[in-house]
Structure formats: C-alpha cells, structure tokens
C-alpha cells in the first residue's frame, strides 16, 4: 500500500513570498489533516478535511494560510506572504477509520 | 482532549528495555491511550494503542493501570535505530471521531552503543 504522498521535499524562500505544498493522501482515506512542526515541538494541527469538506481550521491563521482539497483527494496548503516564523516542517496525514498515517513532510525555510 | 506529560528525553544502552511514562490525569472515559514514534525528517508512525490493562503487538507493549491516569510504553531490547522521539497521546477511537491528535513535545529517546 503506498503512503502518503508529498511535495516538494525542500522549499526555500524569502519572506513575503508566496508557497504551495502538495499532498496525496493513501487511497480510500477520507480525512485528511495538515499539520505544522516547528523546530524541536510537536506537530500541530492546522486544517482538518472530511472529503471535500473542512472540519476543523481552528488553528490556521487565514490571512495567510488557505488550505483546499478538490474532490476529496488530493490536497494543496498554501501560504501568502510568508514570514519567518512559517519555517516549519509541513506534515500531511491522512486516515480511514484507525489511525493516522503520515507523509515524509516538507520543510520550509524562509529568509 | 486530555492533556498528556511526559519526560522531555531519555537514555538508555543498546540491549536495554526502555520504559517511557506518560501521565493522562484528566482521560475521559471513551478516550484511547495511542503512541507515535518519529524518526528526523520522517512524519509521526503509530506505534501502539490500548485502553486498558496491556496491550502488545511485534514492536513495543503499552501498559496501562486500572485508573487509566498513566501510561508506560515499554520498548524491549532497544537498538539505535529506536533513537526517536516518542508521542504519548489521548484521544476517541473509531469512525464515529474526528481522530484529532494533539501533540505534546514528545519524549526524545537517545540510545547509546
């Protein structure tokens, strides 16, 4: 069974850019959930997704963060602008009905 | 969500068994007790998860007393490659849930040769 899938791996930009990072959840698995891990702390949810739909953004700072999952696959987080304190590894999981899987990551630094 | 605390980091030797306490004071009663391992730039893996007295599956037990308010993850005959972090958290089971997770700071296991 593949994994979670993401992209890219490395991203490195400077602030008040603009950046989209890519997930491919394993087939079958209608939740999907992004998560942001700073340096030396644990992951921290971001945005929840049901299918197609959001179930939880409380922790996802809108005016720069948007997240979408078209069709209830795959799913995009974007950030617009970037500051500094995004330098973050951004973790892609996905899950049926039992636990969480999780992508490799991909991790951001921003300048 | 119950909040968890658990030792910021841990030593041990190659060989050793490794027993990683975690405190759950305020669990619910339909919470799940559920441990993730992370290796550097790789995501969380599930490790283990019970509800009560011990569970134990090809990688590590979890033993959990009968008033649920702690938890220990025991990693038997460790190696360096079980150099990781480790994630106690709680939370409901099932498709009924969200699944949501709520990560502490985990607990840094550093094997040693």
């Known amino acids: 069974e593949a994994g979670v899938a993401q992209s890219p791996r490395y991203k490195i930009i400077e602030k008040r850019q603009s950046v989209a990072f890519w997930c491919n959840p394993i087939?079958?698995?209608?939740?999907l959930y992004w998560y942001q891990q700073i340096l030396g702390q644990g992951p921290k949810l971001l945005i929840q997704f049901q299918n197609n739909g959001v179930v939880d953004d409380s922790q996802l700072p809108k005016d720069r963060f948007s997240a979408e999952r078209l069709k209830g696959v795959d799913s995009t987080l974007k950030i617009q602008p970037a500051k500094l304190e995004d330098s973050a590894v951004y973790l892609c999981?996905?899950?049926?009905?039992?636990?969480?899987?999780f992508g490799p990551g991909t991790r951001l630094t921003v300048t | 969500l119950a909040k968890t605390t658990q030792p910021i980091s841990m030593d041990s030797y190659e060989g050793q068994e490794v027993n990683i306490t975690c405190s759950h004071n305020n669990i619910a009663t339909n919470d799940y007790i559920t441990w993730y391992q992370q290796f550097p730039s790789q995501g969380p893996r599930f490790i283990i998860q019970?509800?009560?007295t011990k569970v134990t599956n090809e990688v590590a037990s979890l033993f959990i007393p009968a008033d649920r308010k702690s938890s220990t993850l025991s990693l038997p005959r460790v190696s360096l490659s079980d150099t990781a972090v480790y994630y106690c958290?709680?939370?409901?089971?099932?498709?009924?849930?969200?699944?949501?997770?709520?990560f502490g700071q985990g607990t840094t296991l550093q094997v040693k040769p």
């Open positions: 958290l709680v939370g409901e089971r099932g498709s009924g849930n969200t699944g949501k997770l709520i």
């Open positions: 999981a996905s899950r049926h009905t039992g636990e969480q899987y």
């Open positions: 087939s079958g698995h209608a939740t």
């Open positions: 019970g509800y009560k």
